[in-house]
C-alpha cells in the first residue's frame, strides 16, 4: 500500500513526498481512514510507529477540503516538548497547504505567553496545547474554541498520568458537541477507557502491539553494581563514534551527576526539569542538529522528542514502570531505522527488568560486562529470596587485565574514538563470552 490510496489533497502529497514518506506505517494504514470517515476513534500505537502522521494527515486533509480557516482543530498532548514536536511536524506536511498550526505550553517566561496569545490572534487552524496553558488561555477568553471540528488527545496514557484528566473534562466543555474526537495513547489501561467513554461517541478501536517495542530495536542489559555504571557508560560511548545517543536517568540528580563524569571526556548534555524553557529548547535543538551527540535526561525526555537517527539509547537506571521502558526506547528505531537499547541492571531492580520482560513479551539479551570491568551480580529472573548481593557497596572497579583489582581507578574519560572498531555495543570489544542468553538480535512480533 502507498499514500496514494488515500487520494489525499494533490498539495498533501507534495508535502509527503517532500518529506519523503512513501508509504503508511501500520498504525497509519489502520487510522487514517477511520479518521477520514469522520469516526471517533481510539487508538493504541507507541511512539515511534508514526502514530503523529496518522492523526495529523488525514485531518489536514479534511482542513484543506473545507478551505476554511477558522479554528478547526485542537490537540492536547502532555507536554510542552511533544507539543513543539507535533506543531513542528504538521508544519511539515502543511508547507504547500497554508494551512497553520500554533502551539501553546506553559513554562516558558512573559514573552513567550505574549507571542502564544499574539499568535490565537492572528488565528490558525490547528491549536497544539498542553492542558494547563490551554486552561488559562480559556479562563482570560483569550481562544474560542466554537468552530471546533477535532478534538485530539495524544499520549493519553501520559496525560492521565501527570493528572490531566480533569482539566480535559474542562476543556471538552468549552468544545462543540457535534465533533470528532480521537484519542490516541500508548498504553490501554482500563482508565483510559473508562474516561474514553465520557469524551468519545461509539470510537472504533485499534490497536498496534500493545506494549511492544519497536521493530528494528536491538534491546540487551548488563547486570550491574551502582558504583560500576559510569565506567560502562565510558566504555559503551567509547566503542563508536557515535552521533545521536540519549541516556536515560531516574532522577534529575543521577542526571547531574552523570553528566559531570561525562562532561570531560564526551560531547554531552544534561535535560531535567531545573531547566528554564529557553535552556530546554537550546539543548534541544542542538541535539537535534547533531552539535550535541549525547543527552542525558529523565523521563521527560522520553515522549517529547522527536529526532531521527537515534542510534542508542542506554537505560542507565531501569525504568520502574515497564510502559517507560517502552517510550524510552521507542526514541530509537523511529519508524523503518534500526536501533539500540542497552540497559543497566543493578541488584535491587532486577525484579522492575523481570516486569519489563514480561510486558514486551521476550526476555532481552544479556551482555557480558567487559574486560576490565570486575563481574556483575548475577542476574536472575526468579524471585528472590535475599535482599541481593552482599558485596554492592564497593567501589568503581575498572582494572588492567591480569591486574589485581585496583583499588582506585585510573580510568581517563575516553573521546569517542574514530569508527574503525564499529562492533555493536551489545557484545563489546573485550566481550569474549556470548550473552546469557545467546547473542541473538531481538525478534519483536506485534
Ligand atoms: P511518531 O511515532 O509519530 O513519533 O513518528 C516517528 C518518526 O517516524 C517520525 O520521525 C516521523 O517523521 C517518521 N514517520 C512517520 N510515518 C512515516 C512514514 N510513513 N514513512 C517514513 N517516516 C515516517
Redesign the pocket.
Known amino acids: 500500500m502507498d499514500f496514494s490510496s488515500f487520494k489525499f489533497e494533490p498539495a498533501l502529497q507534495e508535502g509527503l513526498d517532500a518529506m519523503?514518506?512513501?508509504?503508511?506505517?501500520p498504525i497509519?494504514e489502520k487510522a487514517i481512514p477511520v479518521i477520514l470517515e469522520e469516526k471517533d476513534l481510539i487508538a493504541c500505537a507507541q511512539?515511534?510507529?508514526?502514530?503523529?502522521?496518522a492523526f495529523i494527515l488525514p485531518v489536514l486533509n479534511k482542513i484543506c477540503e473545507s478551505g476554511s480557516s477558522t479554528l478547526n482543530t485542537l490537540i492536547l498532548a502532555p507536554t510542552r516538548e511533544l507539543a513543539i514536536q507535533i506543531d513542528q511536524?504538521i508544519q511539515g506536511f502543511a508547507y504547500f497547504l497554508g494551512i497553520s498550526s500554533i502551539p501553546v505550553y506553559g513554562g516558558g517566561d512573559g514573552v513567550v505567553w505574549e507571542q502564544q496569545k499574539r499568535a490565537l490572534e492572528t488565528g490558525a487552524e490547528i491549536v497544539v496545547a498542553t492542558p494547563g496553558r490551554l486552561i488559562a488561555l480559556l479562563a482570560g477568553g483569550k481562544i474560542n474554541l466554537d468552530t471546533l471540528q477535532h478534538l485530539i488527545l495524544d499520549e493519553a496514557d501520559r496525560m492521565m498520568d501527570m493528572g490531566f484528566s480533569d482539566d480535559i473534562l474542562k476543556i471538552v466543555n468549552y468544545l462543540p458537541k457535534k465533533r470528532q474526537t480521537i484519542l490516541f495513547s500508548a498504553t490501554m489501561p482500563p482508565k483510559i477507557r473508562q474516561f474514553s467513554m465520557k469524551i468519545l461517541h461509539q470510537p472504533e478501536e485499534i490497536s498496534i502491539a500493545i506494549g511492544k517495542t519497536a521493530e528494528g530495536v536491538t534491546q540487551s542489559f548488563y547486570s550491574v553494581y551502582d558504583t560500576q555504571k559510569v565506567d560502562l557508560v565510558k566504555h559503551i560511548l567509547s566503542q563508536k563514534a557515535y552521533e545521536a545517543v540519549i541516556i536515560f536517568a531516574s532522577t534529575k540528580e543521577n542526571v547531574k551527576n552523570l553528566f559531570k563524569a561525562l562532561k570531560r571526556g564526551f560531547d554531552v548534555e544534561a535535560f531535567h526539569s531545573d531547566l528554564e524553557q529557553v535552556e530546554r529548547e537550546k539543548i534541544m535543538s542542538a541535539f537535534k542538529n547533531k552539535a550535541v551527540k549525547i543527552l542525558i535526561g529523565t523521563d521527560i525526555i522520553s515522549r517529547g522528542i522527536?529526532v531521527?537517527g537515534i542510534e542508542l539509547v542506554i537505560n542507565y537506571d531501569t525504568p520502574s514502570d515497564p510502559e517507560d521502558y517502552v517510550h524510552r526506547v521507542g526514541r530509537t528505531a523511529?519508524?523503518?531505522k534500526e536501533g539500540e537499547a542497552i540497559t543497566f541492571v543493578n541488584p535491587k531492580d532486577q525484579y522492575k527488568f523481570v516486569r519489563i520482560e514480561n510486558l514486551i513479551g521476550m526476555e532481552v539479551t544479556q551482555n557480558e560486562l567487559p574486560e576490565g570491568l570486575e563481574a556483575g551480580p548475577v542476574y536472575s529472573r526468579e524471585p528472590k529470596k535475599s535482599s541481593g548481593p552482599k558485596n554492592k557497596n564497593r567501589k568503581p572497579n575498572f582494572k588492567k587485565k591480569g591486574s589485581k583489582p585496583a583499588s582506585k581507578p585510573h580510568h581517563k574519560p575516553k573521546q569517542a574514538p574514530p569508527a574503525q572498531n564499529p562492533s555493536p555495543q551489545t557484545k563489546p570489544a573485550g566481550s569474549k563470552k556470548p550473552g546469557r542468553f545467546g547473542p541473538r538480535k531481538n525478534v519483536v512480533e506485534e
Do not use: S
Open positions: 519523503g514518506f512513501e508509504q503508511p506505517t497509519q511512539t515511534g510507529t508514526g502514530k503523529t502522521a511536524q522527536d531521527v523511529r519508524a523503518d
